[in-house]
C-alpha cells in the first residue's frame, strides 16, 4: 500500500508538470496560479481509473508518458536532462553537476539551467529527467557524476539555481 501511495503521489507530480508544461503550439497560454493547477490535478485524478495512473507511471515507446485521450491529458515527451537534453538529435554537452557545483555559483547553475530547458523546449520536450539531487552515498553509484556533490547544503544551492534556470 506504501508503494502505491508514494506512486500516486509522484503521479500527482508529473501531472502537474502535464499541466504546467509548454503548449506546443504558438499561442502562449495565460499564468495558472498553483491554486488553480492544484484544483484542475485533483480534478484529474478522481476522473482517473487506478490502471490509468499506474499506466502513466511507466514509460512508453521509450522516452513518453502514455496520453489519456478521454481525459485530454497528451502524450508526453520527456528526456534525459542534467548534462544537456540528450535525446532527439544533437545535444549541447554541459559540465557534469558536480563540476558545476565546484565553481560555488548559483547563478552560473542558474545560466545552464536556462540553455537546458532552451534546448528542451526546442526539441518538443515536456520535462526533464534531471537534475539529480543526491549526495554521494554510494561511491560505487554510477550516475554520481551527475550530482552536485557530498556538501548538501552546496547540493542544493546549486540546484535551486539550475531548477530555476529550467
Do not use: C
Request: a positive charge.
Amino acid at each position: 500500500m506504501r508503494k502505491l501511495l508514494s506512486a500516486i503521489a509522484a503521479f500527482a507530480v508529473l501531472v502537474h508538470g502535464f499541466l504546467s508544461a509548454p503548449a506546443q503550439t504558438s499561442s502562449a497560454r495565460p499564468a495558472q496560479s498553483s491554486s488553480d493547477v492544484e484544483r484542475r490535478v485533483e480534478f484529474i485524478l478522481k476522473q482517473m481509473t487506478l490502471e490509468e495512473k499506474i499506466d502513466m507511471l511507466g514509460g512508453v515507446d521509450g522516452f513518453f508518458i502514455r496520453d489519456v485521450p478521454r481525459l485530454g491529458l497528451p502524450r508526453l515527451k520527456m528526456a534525459d536532462g542534467p548534462l544537456g537534453v540528450r535525446n532527439f538529435g544533437p545535444a549541447t554537452a554541459m559540465a557534469g553537476g558536480v563540476s558545476l557545483a565546484a565553481t560555488w555559483n548559483p547563478q552560473l547553475a542558474e545560466r545552464v539551467g536556462t540553455e537546458i530547458g532552451r534546448d528542451a523546449r526546442a526539441k518538443g520536450v515536456n520535462f526533464l529527467l534531471g537534475p539529480g539531487v543526491n549526495i554521494y552515498r554510494a561511491p560505487m553509484n554510477g550516475r554520481n557524476f551527475e550530482y552536485f556533490g557530498e556538501d548538501p547544503y552546496l547540493a542544493s544551492r546549486v540546484a535551486v539555481g539550475y531548477v530555476r534556470g529550467v
